[in-house]
């Protein structure tokens, strides 16, 4: 069921919305979060409700979208309402906003929070350099961004770490949950020798890559080097070598090990829903996370193809 309330207030659509649960029996009940996703236009949305519906199956929440309209235009706010099949295990809000409104989101946003439940904000693009100090971003207990489709987003995943508050994420971070899986169990397997360095290489313009370098930098101590060339991570032993390699757009991986024959393993790059679905899992701070953003620092970068 999809309800559009154009030129409309806050109030009006609180109030639709108690119509609807007083009717319905449905809405806000069973719901274990609100998640408030800043968007930068209309455009942008429907990808994020996509996922958003797709991550509530996991997480049955609220979901606030606040779609940024024109600051010059006439201050207006145009609402839409989903529920039932339109709107996954989620309810779904959809504020345009106008004019003034723009520029005070968090007052938009307040009066639909579910009571007694957890704040998560998302950027699906264009978040801001502070998300902890954003006034939306000061709501919630949890803050995904995703570098991944920034103007620069090799740059944008660096500056992370200055901008880091207990409760940020980024869905980089969340997009290399399986290499690092991958790597880890790899490791664990004889001669059990400390790794002398490490090559990661792939597109510059993938912010995972970045992650999954500062992330084995930190945890090894080790020199490690970031590339641009074809994607592969290569950790070297001083008598065993182990290399993960997968086309870009591949669903699957070779590991290779010196001496011993190659294995074939199902490494698809993960969607955006499933990485909302992890971060969604977890409302404490992701000390991990931090620990790989200061580990970029370390990185050795080579971007020569």
């Not at 930068?40 to 990808?47: F, H, P, T, V, Y």
């Not at 980089?172 to 790794?195: C, F, G, K, N």
């Not at 084995?216 to 070297?236: N, Q």
């Not at 757009?249 to 024959?261: D, F, K, N, Y």
Request: hydrophobic letters at 40%.
């Amino acid at each position: 069921m999809i309800i559009d309330i154009p030129d409309t207030t806050t109030g009006a659509v609180t109030k639709r919305l108690v119509q609807l649960r007083e009717s319905n029996g449905v809405i806000t009940m069973g719901r274990v979060l609100t998640l408030v996703v800043c968007t930068l236009d209309s455009s942008e949305a429907e990808g994020a409700i996509d996922a958003a519906n797709d991550a509530s199956r996991e997480h049955p929440c609220r979901v606030v979208v606040l779609a940024r309209g024109d600051r010059s235009a006439e201050t207006r706010l145009d609402a839409q309402i989903r529920v039932g099949g339109d709107a996954g295990a989620a309810e779904v809000i959809v504020l345009r906003l106008q004019g003034q409104l723009v520029n005070h989101e968090s007052s938009v946003v307040i009066p639909f929070l579910l009571p007694d439940t957890p704040v998560v904000a998302w950027w699906p693009r264009g978040a801001p350099e502070f998300p902890s100090k954003d006034s939306v971003g000061r709501l919630a207990a949890r803050r995904i961004t995703d570098a991944t489709f920034a103007h620069d987003p090799q740059a944008t995943i660096k500056k992370r770490h200055g901008s880091y508050a207990p409760g940020d994420s980024d869905l980089a971070w969340s997009r290399i949950t399986y290499w690092r899986a991958l790597l880890a169990a790899a490791m664990d397997e004889a001669p059990h020798e400390p790794v002398q360095s490490v090559t990661v290489s792939g597109l510059r313009e993938e912010p995972a890559l970045d992650m999954l370098a500062g992330w084995l930098a930190r945890r090894l101590d080790c020199p490690v080097y970031r590339k641009t060339g074809d994607l592969v991570v290569e950790l070297h032993r001083p008598t065993v070598s182990i290399a993960i390699a997968r086309p870009q757009t591949g669903v699957t991986a070779t590991l290779t090990r010196t001496g011993e024959p190659e294995q074939r393993i199902a490494l698809a790059r993960r969607e955006t829903r499933d990485c909302l679905a992890e971060e969604l899992r977890r409302l404490d701070a992701d000390e991990i996370y931090a620990e790989a953003l200061a580990g970029i620092e370390r990185v050795t970068y080579d971007h020569q193809p």
